[in-house]
């Protein structure tokens, strides 16, 4: 089964300071790859998908970017974070149409 | 975009009782798949079950089973004998043949002793 590493687990950063989470899979090849965000008390809400190196989906305009510069690797990133952008992110790894997906530990990303 | 409603913000079932989860999508999709996932407080994603559009058998993993009425696009998750371990919240997704996959609101269970 694949791994998948998360980091930093947990973040605090000042309003308008940069962002960057990394996500990196173990255990597969070609993965399709996935950041999400869960806000407090809420569901799990899409932000970005890539099925391969620098194929970035983005579902919402945000404050966020993603970007995949090597196959098993995706980042998350900001410029300049928003109070806003607090929340829990989980980066998450499918390999094939009908399979599971597998979930790292998730960045708890607290914006001051 | 496809949209994944779970109208059950949080539920409680007695141990040993069952207790059944909503899920109702919308989708124009005739081929996609359906997964409950499982958040213990942890925070650890765990996939629980899950479901082919295309077949008609309900998917049953031990306890936990589901309902799946395509034409009504619902996707319920049956959890008999509850334990106290089940205590989670639980994520209905779907996913559909672009790789794209959604997940609904949750649903806060606790199990009762």
């Known amino acids: 089964s694949q791994t998948i590493h998360q980091w930093p687990a947990t973040l605090v950063q000042p309003v308008g300071s940069p962002l960057s989470l990394e996500c990196t899979v173990e255990?597969?090849?070609?993965?399709?790859l996935y950041w999400y965000r869960q806000a407090a008390g809420r569901g799990l809400q899409l932000l970005f998908y890539?099925?391969?190196?620098?194929?970035i989906s983005s579902e919402v305009p945000q404050n966020l970017s993603a970007s995949r510069p090597q196959d098993r690797q995706f980042i998350l990133s900001s410029k300049k974070l928003l109070l806003s952008d607090s929340g829990f992110y989980l980066c998450a790894s499918r390999q094939g149409r009908n399979t599971e997906a597998f979930f790292g530990q998730g960045t708890r990303l607290t914006v001051v | 975009a496809q949209t994944v409603t779970q109208s059950q913000p949080e539920m409680s079932v007695q141990e040993a009782e069952t207790v059944t989860l909503s899920c109702t999508y919308d989708?124009?999709?005739?081929?996609?798949?359906l997964f409950w996932y499982k958040q213990p407080p942890s925070r650890q994603m765990i996939l629980v079950i899950r479901?082919?559009?295309?077949?008609?058998q309900n998917a049953t993993e031990n306890r936990f089973s589901v309902n799946f009425q395509k034409a009504a696009k619902s996707f319920s998750l049956k959890i008999s004998d509850s334990q106290l371990g089940d205590t989670a919240m639980y994520f209905c997704a779907f996913m559909k043949h672009d790789n794209d996959m959604r997940f609904g609101a949750g649903t806060r269970l606790t199990v009762k002793p």
């Open positions: 989708t124009s999709e005739n081929n996609y798949y």
């Open positions: 890539s099925v391969g190196i620098g194929q």
């Open positions: 255990g597969t090849s070609n993965p399709n």
């Open positions: 479901q082919e559009a295309y077949k008609q």
